[in-house]
């Protein structure tokens, strides 16, 4: 079989730093990996007006009620998948609302499926069976840039008409297909030649979380920096629902506590209701008709 060749890449590149890196010592080997790991958010900061083009796109069509869906596979897919479960227990997020799909499915989260992110045909499959449709944006994820699973899912929802994102770290990536933005993060040579679970990996970590906390800040599930729509679900959560509520109204501990009960572990509701003096059923009528936005319903108050 004919394989094509990608030693052109520049994630496939050899890392002069490295040339010698099994004659290191553990400690000049983690030197070698940090000098290299600093160079990343300087190209993520470089990449700014390219992420703020694409969580806007995200923002507008996940405001008007469609959903996101990153792809990936391999690392690229578990880091798609890693912040799509991650918007839930942060923003009380609906679980269809960020999705990521992986390809060789739940298997290949913690062991490598061989062979599937070949699959071109799987792709189209794969967001056919999570209900992938007209309006819903696709985020599609490759560090190198050709992965045939990722680029066939791109094409797929561009021809339903759907917006589509493309994260990669190969400049020559943004010519592979055609999409709304491309996201570069030309990250060079990894020190391990051709590992792009390191700082390609690391990038495209920062820019998931980049583009969905910027996202969700926007929909309104935060006040000032605080995560107001957390539900407390356990003791953890309640704690810090507690501090958050005492940080918006003033309360005292055990008052700020009591309140929370009150509003189910919801925070934005304790809030309303203190601010409001509402009981729990009209603080929630409030929060609905301002769409989610606490700022709204309350206006600015101090953050104690």
């Known amino acids: 079989m004919s394989l094509p060749n990608r030693g052109h890449l520049l ?22 990996i940090n000098r ?3 160079q990343v958010p300087v190209v993520v900061g470089q990449a700014i007006p390219a992420i703020t083009a694409a969580a806007e796109l995200i923002f507008t069509q996940l405001d ?3 959903r996101l869906f990153y792809l990936g596979a391999g690392t690229s897919g578990r880091l798609g998948v890693l912040d799509a479960a991650e918007c839930p227990p942060t923003f009380s997020a609906d679980p269809e609302q960020v999705q990521g799909v992986i390809a060789g499915g739940e298997r290949a989260l913690v062991q490598a499926v061989e062979g599937a992110e070949d699959d071109r045909e799987q792709a189209v499959q794969d967001l056919q ?16 840039s050709t992965t045939p699973y990722v680029l066939a899912g791109l094409e797929y929802a561009r021809h339903l008409g759907s917006p589509t994102i493309f994260i990669t770290c190969n400049p020559e990536g943004a010519q592979l297909v055609t999409v709304d933005q491309v ?19 690391t990038a495209t970590k920062l820019v998931l979380n980049m583009l969905s906390t910027s996202v969700m800040i ?17 003791s953890k959560l309640w704690e810090r629902g507690t501090r958050f509520v005492q940080y918006l109204t003033g309360l005292e501990s055990q008052a700020a ?7 189910k572990g919801q925070v934005k509701t304790a809030v309303v209701m203190y601010h409001r003096q509402a009981d729990y059923e009209t603080a929630q009528q409030l929060l609905d008709q301002a769409q989610g936005h606490l700022r709204r319903v309350i206006g600015n108050v101090a953050i104690n």
């Open 257 to 263: 506590r009591e309140l929370l009960v009150q509003a």
């Open 36 to 38: 290299a790991d600093q």
């Open 129 to 144: 069976n999570r209900g992938f449709q007209t309006g819903d944006v696709l985020c599609g994820i490759a560090a190198g």
């Open 218 to 234: 926007q929909l309104g599930k935060v006040y000032g920096n605080l995560m107001v729509d957390l539900r407390a679900t356990n």
């Open 183 to 201: 996201i570069l993060l030309p990250v060079g040579a990894e020190i391990l030649t051709g590992s792009t679970r390191m700082k390609a990996g």
């Open 64 to 66: 008007r009620g469609h």
């Open 11 to 32: 994630t496939e590149q050899r890392h002069p730093a490295s040339a010698d890196l099994d004659q290191r010592s553990i400690g000049e080997i983690l030197q070698i």
